[in-house]
């Protein structure tokens, strides 16, 4: 991938590293390279969609402040709010109200899961938009298939009321798809979330380039289907979660070639 250097945000937030606690700080870093990872995979959509990641030993999470770019998110621009959507640290930008109603519905009963992540690519939405949903007809797709759940769309997310419906239908699946407008994962960890999100993304891209191509598809057999978490356990070296830990130090490395303003 041709990945052109990356500027720092036109407005740059002074560094927060002294006034968080290295857990904290670990995880700003960690939540700023996977919002410029999403960047640089070409997954997100302006200032819209988000990614957020639990503070460890709180029940507050991080979230991108609303008005910047992915490619400009910094591990100190990342705004701390606790479970009702106050600020918990002094920052010139609000969040994202629909932002904060899907993320907190999922922090608020998912006490198993660190990070969230919600996007609104092209293929995610188009596949969305399909009453059978995704189809069980690439390697890619198994892997979401064993643990995916659907929530109707209610329009833009900003009616709390719809967080109970939405709880509802995650239950404790990694993959959710939001009928008419995109796809959320969630993980243990950043690194599990981000790419519980890269096959999810990839399945729903491989669905609709074969169904443009107008043959007749070939389902995956059932059985393997059935199969497919002792699968993942097996490819991920993970008996739990999607195994991110294996991927994310390599991903780092990539994202620094090309970019590491996301540290400060």
């Known amino acids: 991938m041709n990945v052109a250097p990356i500027q720092q945000a036109a407005a740059p937030i002074a560094s ?4 968080v606690s290295a857990a904290e700080w670990q995880t700003r870093v960690d939540l700023a390279a996977c919002y410029r990872l999403v960047a640089m995979h070409g997954w ?4 819209f969609t988000h990614i957020s990641a639990k503070v460890p ?3 507050d999470f991080l979230i991108n402040p609303y008005g910047l770019m992915f490619h400009e998110i910094t591990a100190s621009s990342l705004v701390k709010v606790d479970q009702a959507g106050n600020k918990l640290m002094d920052s010139p930008y609000e969040i994202n109200p629909a932002g904060y109603t899907i993320h907190s519905a999922v922090h ?13 690519t092209a293929a995610g939405v188009a596949v969305s938009a399909q009453k059978q949903g995704l189809l069980p007809i690439s ?10 759940a659907f929530h109707a769309y209610e329009g833009v997310a900003l009616n709390h009321d ?10 404790e699946n990694t993959f959710l798809m939001l009928n008419n407008h995109g796809l959320l994962t969630c993980g243990a960890s950043i690194a599990d979330a981000f790419l519980a999100m890269y096959t999810f993304q990839r399945a729903c891209e491989i669905q609709v380039l074969a169904q443009n191509g107008g043959a007749e598809l070939i389902p995956i057999n059932g059985q393997i289907l059935a199969g497919a ?4 356990a097996g ?6 979660g999607m195994g991110g830990a294996l991927a994310w130090p390599a991903l780092l490395r990539k994202l620094d070639l090309h970019d590491v303003g996301y540290k400060v």
Do not use: W
């Open 16 to 19: 927060l590293k002294d006034q």
């Open 108 to 120: 608020d009963v998912r006490h198993d899961v660190v990070c969230v992540l919600h996007t609104h």
């Open 229 to 232: 978490k002792a699968m993942l």
């Open 139 to 148: 390697q890619q797709s198994i892997f979401v298939l064993a643990s995916l």
């Open 235 to 240: 490819v991920m070296k993970s008996a739990q």
């Open 44 to 47: 997100d959509d302006l200032i």
């Open 57 to 59: 030993g709180t029940e």
């Open 162 to 171: 719809e967080k109970v419906r939405l709880q509802a239908d995650l239950g």
